[in-house]
């Protein structure tokens, strides 16, 4: 059962930076396209940004564009969430997940292998 590891969470003050990471111990990332999601208390999950297998589709939903960068890194089997300009309502669990493709609208159940997810706390 393929199952994803999320880290890099952590508490942060506004504005601050912190850098997610994503992968698989035993399997290859190479095949998939990879959503990164989030669920903040009493919220549904919601999507955050996406990236093609080859890297070169990368979504971004509006909430984060131009602050979050998506990377992949197929040498190391991991998939990054580079997240900058930090703000208290970017508080929540993130997780990744798989899907064949990104989708128009990035649905998360039409995404699978779904990790435990990292903490990311924006606070003064």
């Known amino acids: 059962q393929v199952q994803f590891v999320e880290s890099g969470g952590g508490l942060v003050q506004p504005g601050g930076s912190l850098r997610l990471s994503c992968t698989t111990p035993?399997?290859?990332?190479?095949?998939?396209?990879i959503g990164w999601f989030r669920q903040a208390p009493g919220k549904e999950r919601e999507a955050v940004a996406c990236i093609s297998v080859s890297a070169f589709v990368k979504k971004y939903e509006d909430p984060v564009k131009g602050r979050f960068t998506i990377s992949r890194d197929n040498v190391k089997n991991t998939v990054y969430l580079q997240m900058n300009s930090l703000k208290p309502e970017d508080t929540a669990v993130y997780y990744c997940?798989?899907?064949?493709?990104?989708?128009?609208?990035?649905?998360?159940?039409?995404?699978?292998?779904w990790g435990q997810g990292t903490q990311v706390s924006v606070s003064s």
């Open positions: 035993k399997y290859s990332l190479d095949y998939y396209a």
């Open positions: 997940a798989a899907n064949s493709v990104c989708t128009e609208v990035l649905v998360p159940s039409a995404f699978d292998f």
